[in-house]
């Protein structure tokens, strides 16, 4: 059974950098597409970035966090982070992993991943 656990969020203030944590039990970089989204109060979840599986250190990002935002993975940790630089309140959301299986065409959206976490705040302001 695959679990997913989001970590360090909180409140910083415009500017500031954060990064976030996402441990995966049961799962595999190698077999598994590890995805980030966000969803803010009366928005849909959108997609933030992705870490694509079988493809080594090939990632994906929203144009909305590009050049911001950052993934990385430990594959010993079983964890995948989201490095997030250059804060600003649009980037206040609860923030979601999620891993999935999905063909590449499938990585920007919800329906290409399977397991969710329980999602860690964000909060931005000064």
Do not use: H
């Amino acid at each position: 059974q695959v679990q997913l656990v989001e970590s360090g969020g909180g409140l910083v203030q415009p500017g500031d950098s954060l990064t976030l944590s996402c441990s995966c039990s049961g799962c595999t970089f190698r077999e598994y597409n590890v995805g980030w989204f966000r969803q803010a109060p009366g928005k849909e979840r959108e997609f933030v970035g992705a870490a694509r599986r079988f493809a080594g250190d090939t990632y994906y990002y929203s144009d909305s966090v590009k050049g911001r935002f950052t993934i990385s993975k430990d594959s010993a940790k079983k964890t995948v982070y989201l490095q997030m630089k250059r804060l600003n309140p649009e980037d206040a959301a609860l923030y979601y992993c999620a891993a999935g299986q999905s063909v590449l065409s499938a990585i920007r959206s919800e329906t290409g991943y399977r397991y969710w976490g329980q999602g860690t705040q964000v909060t931005v302001s000064s």
